[in-house]
């Protein structure tokens, strides 16, 4: 079940070197789940841009695997559809082409027997075809629940190991609902796979701005000397979204936000924010650090939940000039939902550099504007010496790093009003990614499936670090399932969320949307 | 689209520069979410009669825009400086930043070429990193620049204005000696092939072979053989082969050998070229021992691979990738003014060998 080191060639070989893409070995993708959502929108338009860039390897091919019974034919013109709908190029005919004719089609049940030998074989047919031993991915586009299954099924066929090839598999978020429930899928997919071989997907981690966190934070001396408790007094991440649940009533009723975007995603940001720096960039020493101070945050005590988690419902309200209905008026949402679409906590890390420093996380649905940022907010100067009225403006340096709508860092200052008297007030230096890098980044599942066939886990979620994540979500879940009589608070759509989250600031405010 | 323009003959750099600063601060003022590209200068040296093509070029440069572009028009007999300023830009339909680009164009005269950077000094984001790029090759206003250029954007390949592959591969040596970097479009005609050929002895199934390798044949557009000496230069420098000069023969064939340091078989080496329409390489064959062929071709969609083994059926697969074309690979340069290519110098040095 160990990884082989088929990669070593590359090594071996100068040509490689100075190359700014990478070679990587030839490689069959099979994708459980190839007519769903995903893989209509993301995987395949992914895989046709890698091709019309070039980084596809020398052979690849393409096996998609769906309930629905379809010919190779049949699947090509929807993968054809699908690359001409959601692509974030227009496709160029001869590339679509040639690469609609490597991919082909494996009809069954996920659970059937079969399905795993007719698999095997289109698998062995296609490295006897094309004479050198593929690569295997094998992508679980599917819900988590299938994740044992297809593993499970992989391993019985001995598809989870070849003698000359390196298999992977991707599995795709939610990985578990809670603690239990990662563990027991991670121990499922770890009976046959070995950790070098899973690859979990957060594609927040694919994107330019979470990994230029990184490089913001360890490409420049300027930062790193104040990134503790004795300069910072206190970070906040926000992960807001105008829009409601969309047609997504069924998976965001069992989800809610805590779920859907703080167990992953913000924990994710927390943890490349405030890990110390890894000796080298390299997938388990990066994922070493993001563990230790994961494991740095205490999990909350029962009794300990209502004073650092807020949780709140969308009421109807005002978007965008339109009236909106509230949660539990949307299609498919139960009248009587305790589903939180919204989230606040204040956490704290255990540690020598952040001991002290309040971490406040908070995320919604329907609020004012959409908006991803980190704020860092360092303590006040030690003693300001504009005395009186004029020192009003001095306020304490903030960093903040915007995820979305636009990728951009800002820092703070205090800076002179032009006139006769020393009056202070607060302005931006502001760094705008589109004003000085006027490239397309690559969509974010792009670059992770490419890493996934060069075997590169980095910006992948190790079995450790799930659990990790999960540990400090889990108390909160299990006091919020606890709690059936507490009345959820709701905010109006279109606002900032509810009041009862400034209770958790201490005295703070949030930032304004 | 936000855009204003300025214009003004008989013009200075001071004059041309405070009408930069005033255009970018009224886009601002009419929205502010409009801000300036901050990436890099762009300065062009261009002749005058061929203006037209090289604004075309410069629009078609896709994703890769330079954000001040400063496109300077020689024409021989002009004593006064024209100066026209353009700032446009959009705000994005979804919200957010939009970005301005500045476009500037100064007709000098010949007799402005040999002082020209203390003409463009003033126009230029002092810190930005600052890219020369001069397709007619005025090499007397490109070597009053080099103080003021961190990048110059060289196409060796271009047989209208070098004496021969050896004078373009020359120029390019003597410009990298001075402390600039060099983007060379002709090297970066061979960007393909050099990822392909790189990833086919990456396999494993091919383990070896790179070793024994014998012949290396190359078919070339008839302008580009200096985007075949580089991609031979390349393999060269890498594998550690000392090329010998090149010898003519018919058709316009050239051929060549290298010896491997290390001793052993010599490297039969041809370049062939073929009629074809767009620049850069047609095909690049590479053998060796034991009947061992692969043969990389050109063709709609990306390129075709041809693979002979000794007692073996041969094989043909497609290599995906989309053209680039010209205008694409000028843009590429715009992009690699970023980033270094520490390959590219030994590539040159070994391919100056084959015609010294």
């Known amino acids: ?513 | 689209m936000s855009e204003a323009r300025w214009a003004e003959s008989d013009t200075s750099p001071e004059r041309i520069e405070a009408a930069l600063r005033e255009l970018l601060r009224e886009r601002h003022a009419e929205n502010d979410a409009l801000v300036p590209a901050r990436v890099l200068n762009l300065i062009v040296i261009a002749d005058r009669e061929w203006r037209g093509e090289v604004v075309n070029r410069l629009e078609r440069v896709g994703r890769y825009h330079p954000s001040r572009t400063i496109l300077c028009t020689i024409e021989d007999d002009r004593r006064t400086i024209d100066g026209y300023a353009r700032v446009s830009g959009d705000v994005s339909a979804t919200g957010g930043v939009g970005v301005l680009r500045e476009s500037v164009e100064i007709a000098l005269g010949a007799v402005h070429t040999g002082r020209i950077d203390t003409i463009i000094d003033p126009i230029l984001i002092s810190e930005l990193p600052t890219v020369v790029w001069s397709p007619h090759n005025r090499d007397e206003a490109v070597e009053a620049l080099l103080p003021l250029a961190d990048v110059i954007l060289i196409d060796t390949d271009d047989p209208v204005f070098f004496d021969g592959p050896g004078a373009a591969l020359a120029r390019a040596a003597d410009l990298l000696e001075s402390n600039v970097d060099i983007v060379d479009l002709a090297w970066l005609r061979t960007i393909a092939w050099r990822e392909r050929l790189a990833g086919s002895f990456s396999d494993p199934a091919r383990a070896g072979l790179l070793d024994g390798l014998r012949r290396i044949y190359v078919r070339h557009h008839h302008g580009s053989i200096v985007s075949a000496l580089l991609l031979t230069g390349w393999l060269a420098s890498r594998l550690g082969w000392l090329p010998t000069a090149l010898e003519p023969a018919a058709g316009g064939v050239r051929r060549a050998t290298a010896a491997r340091a290390g001793g052993g078989a010599s490297i039969g080496i041809e370049f062939h070229p073929v009629a074809q329409a767009i620049r850069g390489l047609a095909g690049v064959t590479v053998s060796g021992s034991a009947g061992f062929s692969l043969s990389l071709e050109r063709a709609p969609g990306g390129l075709i691979a041809r693979e002979q083994r000794a007692g073996a059926t041969p094989r043909e697969w497609q290599l995906f990738g989309a053209s680039r074309g010209e205008d694409g690979i000028l843009g590429e340069g715009v992009r690699q003014a970023l980033i270094r290519d520490h390959v590219y110098g030994p590539a040159l040095q070994a391919a100056r060998s084959f015609s010294q």
């Open chain 1, 1 to 513: 079940m160990v990884a082989l080191d088929v990669e070593a060639g590359l090594d071996s070989n100068p040509l490689v070197t100075g190359l700014e893409r990478q070679p990587v070995r030839s490689t069959a993708v099979v994708i459980f789940g190839a007519m769903g959502d995903l893989a209509s929108r993301k995987l395949l338009p992914g895989i046709y841009n890698l091709a019309h860039e070039g980084g596809l390897p020398e052979r690849i091919a393409l096996i998609g695997v769906s309930r629905s019974s379809m010919t190779d034919e049949e699947f090509r013109a929807s993968a054809r559809e699908s690359i001409d709908r959601f692509s974030r190029r227009r496709p160029d005919p001869d590339v679509l082409e040639g690469l609609l004719a490597n991919f082909s089609y494996v009809a069954g049940s996920f659970d059937d027997d079969g399905l795993y030998v007719r698999l095997r074989d289109a698998l062995g047919t296609l490295d006897t075809g094309l004479g050198t031993p593929l690569n295997r991915i094998f992508y679980l586009s599917t819900a988590p629940e299938f994740f044992p299954v297809i593993t499970g099924h992989l391993g019985a066929a001995g598809l989870n190991e070849t003698d000359e090839a390196d298999v992977r598999v991707v599995v795709e978020k939610p990985i578990g609902y809670d603690l239990a429930s990662a563990r027991a899928q991670n121990d499922a997919v770890l009976e046959y796979f070995d950790e070098s071989q899973v690859f979990r997907i957060d594609h927040y981690l694919g994107k330019e701005t979470v990994q230029n966190l990184m490089a913001l934070r360890f490409a420049n001396a300027l930062f790193e000397p104040v990134w503790n408790r004795n300069f910072i007094d206190n970070v906040q991440i926000t992960a807001a979204e105008d829009i409601g649940i969309g047609t997504r009533a069924g998976y965001y009723e069992g989800a809610g936000a805590l779920r859907d975007l703080v167990q992953n995603h913000m924990l994710q940001l927390l943890a490349l924010l405030a890990m110390e720096p890894p000796t080298a960039f390299e997938a388990n020493r990066l994922r070493d650090e993001k563990v230790k101070v994961l494991e740095a945050i205490a999990p909350p005590a029962p009794e300990e939940v209502a004073a650092m988690a807020v949780r709140a419902q969308y009421g109807e309200g005002i978007v965008a000039g339109a009236e909106s209905v509230g949660y539990r008026e949307e299609p498919g949402v139960a009248e009587d939902s305790r589903t939180e679409t919204y989230v606040a906590l204040r956490l704290f890390i255990n540690n020598w550099r952040w001991a002290g420093v309040p971490f406040y996380l908070r995320t919604g649905k329907r609020m004012a504007r959409k908006l991803t940022e980190i704020a860092v907010t360092l303590r006040p100067v030690p003693h300001i010496a504009f005395q009186g009225p004029d020192s009003d403006g001095v306020q304490p340096n903030q960093i903040i790093l915007t995820l979305q709508p636009d990728e951009a860092v800002s820092v703070s200052l205090g800076a002179k009003v032009p006139g006769t008297k020393m009056q202070i007030r607060p302005v931006n230096m502001e760094f705008h990614y589109g004003t000085s890098f006027l490239s397309e980044s690559p969509e974010a599942y792009e670059r992770l499936i490419l890493d996934v066939m060069r075997g590169d886990a980095t910006l992948f979620t190790r079995n450790d670090e799930v659990e990790a994540l999960w540990r400090i979500i889990d108390p909160i879940l299990a006091a919020w399932a606890q709690d059936t009589e507490t009345p959820i608070p709701e905010y109006p759509a279109g606002s900032a969320g509810p009041s009862e989250a400034d209770a958790l600031l201490d005295g703070r405010s949030w930032r304004r949307l």
